[in-house]
């Protein structure tokens, strides 16, 4: 356009035959002015008029020259927002891929739909004006810019839901571990109560039992009245040989016991050493339970084999009342004699069970289970009122029945006729003991 008005200015000057000559002949110069389109050539123009068509040309040369400026900055930008809306569309596409992978069970297939609509090339064709240009593409950066968006706060939310499940079974596996713990040790604090409690019931039954059992046997003995004595146990067993096969034997046995109190009336001179009163023996230990005085030596008490010396003289020939007690805690030990405390001691074989099932001897020591007797240690004289209790005796029933005040029957072993038998010529002689006690005074 404006080459093409240069050009109409150019002609109206040359038909006109305006020719301005200089003051210089020598040469000659054409001076081409611009008028405008409605003026006649032929006419002199003003110069103002020339001077504002002169700054026409510059405006249009102006405007031209920005026009081209602004196609170019507008050809530079649509060029960078197609490479922005590639690269934004291939992260779309990841995003999208990455977010859709753990929905391929079809759970959301609204979103499979959602997702082919907005596949689509949303380039489109865009609009031959510049600025519609420029808002269609900013839209539609937007639009992929929000899709964007949220695409990330999806994944970001599957992320952090994934993660919190995470944690959260690994809480509940914990919580569980802890309360499966609490469970087991619960379980083994029953288990422990209900074993001690049933132990404890166990011991108690047996108690009991053996109770009613000495009470049936005393009450039958009683009604059978075939005691040739005036009382079950008022009697005693005369051993007056030195031999090997005058002895008694307890038809009863011991059973399991962590305590015991042996006590006895005897009454013996021989000499040296009254031998042994009485002995136990079990299967594997002849000399579980043993008082013996043999030659010069003290009377001595054995348990399990093992010994303590006792301060106990009653080797006069007369009747002297004595009872043991032991437990197996520490192995402690006392020894009275007429109802004294004459000495006491400990470590003899601790914490050693007495076992049970085996044979008591009296008049004989065993070196096995119930016989190979040993002449120089059996017990010469009398014996009476040989009782057993499976606990420590307090020292007032000792005294008790040491001053004839009252009358104990074991537990364990009771002295009464029918739980005494004797062999090889000992024999069974009435006694009231407290009587001839005095007699024997």
């Not at 405007?63 to 934004?88: A, D």
């Not at 968006?149 to 079974?169: D, F, H, I, K, V």
Request: negative net charge; proline residues 4%.
């Amino acid at each position: 356009m404006f080459a093409f008005g240069i050009g109409l200015l150019y002609f109206y000057a040359l038909s006109s035959g305006r020719v301005v000559r200089g003051h210089d002949m020598k040469g000659t110069r054409f001076v081409c002015s611009a008028i405008p389109k409605n003026v006649d050539p032929s006419c002199s123009v003003p110069p103002n008029l020339m001077q504002s068509t002169s700054a026409q040309e510059d405006e249009l040369k102006s405007t031209v020259m920005q026009l081209r400026e602004n196609v170019l900055q507008q050809r530079e930008t649509i060029v960078t927002q197609q490479g922005t809306i590639k690269e934004l569309t291939s992260k779309l596409s990841r995003c999208e891929a990455a977010a859709l992978d753990p929905l391929r069970d079809g759970k959301y297939k609204s979103q499979g739909s959602w997702r082919q609509d907005h596949s689509k090339n949303t380039m489109g064709d865009l609009p031959r004006d510049p600025g519609e240009t420029i808002d269609h593409l900013g839209k539609t950066m937007q639009g992929l810019k929000d899709r964007l968006e949220n695409l990330e706060q999806q994944t970001r939310t599957n992320a952090s839901g994934s993660r919190m499940s995470s944690e959260l079974r690994d809480l509940l596996k914990n919580r569980l571990a802890d309360l499966e713990k609490q469970l087991l040790s619960k379980v083994a604090e029953l288990e422990e109560e209900k074993s001690h409690l049933y132990n404890e019931t166990a011991a108690h039954r047996s108690r009991t039992e053996n109770t009613l059992n000495q009470l049936l046997e005393r009450i039958t003995e009683l009604e059978k009245g075939s005691s040739k004595f005036k009382s079950p146990e008022d009697f005693k067993v005369s051993l007056l040989l030195r031999t090997n096969y005058l002895y008694a034997r307890i038809k009863k046995t011991l059973p399991e016991m962590y305590a015991f109190t042996v006590c006895m009336w005897l009454k013996s001179s021989a000499s040296p050493g009254i031998g042994t009163p009485f002995s136990y023996g079990v299967s594997g230990q002849a000399n579980e339970i043993v008082l013996i005085e043999w030659g010069t030596n003290p009377m001595e008490l054995l348990v399990n084999d093992k010994v303590a010396q006792l301060p106990l003289s009653v080797g006069d020939g007369r009747w002297h009342h004595i009872c043991i007690t032991w437990t197996t805690r520490d192995g402690y030990w006392e020894a009275y004699q007429d109802g004294e405390k004459l000495g006491s001691g400990e470590n003899l074989a601790p914490w050693h069970p007495i076992k049970p099932g085996g044979v008591i001897i009296l008049g004989q020591e065993q070196d096995i289970v119930g016989g190979r007797f040993d002449a120089t240690q059996a017990f010469v004289g009398e014996l009476s009122q040989f009782n057993m209790w499976d606990r420590v005796l307090r020292q007032a029933d000792i005294e008790g029945m040491a001053n004839c005040s009252s009358y104990m029957p074991g537990n364990v072993v009771p002295w009464v006729d029918s739980n005494v038998e004797v062999f090889g010529g000992a024999t069974k002689w009435a006694l009231e003991m407290c009587e001839d006690r005095l007699f024997d005074s």
